[in-house]
């Protein structure tokens, strides 16, 4: 995740030495520090992208030789997402997504944190799961997401209060209705915990239904 990364690599000529080693890399060409222990290193500026390292060693007699390998510069940080989440299970599974744009150096783990827990998230294409392993208190939860990739970047997800666990699911009731009337007004109760929405479903027909209070 270095804009300036320290290139490297080794060297040796025992009859006539090396004289310089000159490194090519992203249009520019610069020579490379010859250390006693038979290395040599350099640190050139370079945006993010993949390039080619080309090191061209000349030796005394004015032999040369070349050596080639890749770079990859990675400054940007993967992106997660939390799913939001209603529910009454207590050690619920977690997910999300998480990209990594250009040029990815690839994700190589996520870590979930919620009520107090750190989890280790499983990760398939840009999707990930963890399931919460100590049973949590009904409440609401703010999940965070933070996902790391090769390059060392890390990025946490952007949103707050993800997880809501209910203490228990709702219960509906349907009052009984005899009418000659063609639309009638259904009615009924529900008791629950954060209700966000009930549907009324008729000889095969879904309603919306407006909930207040209990009714």
Known sequence: KNSTPMLSGTFGDALTGIESIMVTVAGQTAAANLN?????SIELPVSDGTYTV?????DGAGNTASATSSLVVDCVAPAPTVASLVTT??????TGTVSDASPSSGVTSLLVAVGGQTLTASISGNTWTAVVGTPL???????VA?????????????????????SDAPVVTVNPVVTNN???????????????????KVNGTTYAAKVTGTT
């Open 36 to 40: 006693v222990d038979g290395t040599w």
């Open 54 to 58: 080309t090191a061209l060693a000349t």
């Open 89 to 94: 299970s207590t050690t619920p599974t977690l």
């Open 137 to 143: 208190a009904a409440g609401t939860y703010d999940v």
């Open 146 to 166: 933070t996902a790391i990739d090769a390059a060392g970047n890390s990025g946490v997800d952007v949103t707050t209060n993800e997880l809501v666990i209910q």
């Open 182 to 200: 063609q639309k009638p007004v259904l009615s009924g109760t529900v008791t629950g915990a954060n209700v966000a929405s009930l549907s009324v």
